[in-house]
């Protein structure tokens, strides 16, 4: 379905700022957000940064249930 809700915008500025050396602890034990969301810094902020100016480029993302 689409129960899209919760919409949130972030420039590529504050993704970039973004602490992802931040670890936390689930049943696996210590991990790093970077580790966690690695496909997400390896390959899409990337890209984000090829659209421009990191204050100028946004993602916009939801929620479904």
Known sequence: GNDIHSLSVLSLRELLAYDW?????DYDGPESLKSICASFCDRTIPKLKAL?????????FGFDN
């Open 52 to 60: 421009g100016n990191p204050e100028d480029v946004r993602i916009v």
């Open 21 to 25: 050396g931040f670890v936390v602890r």
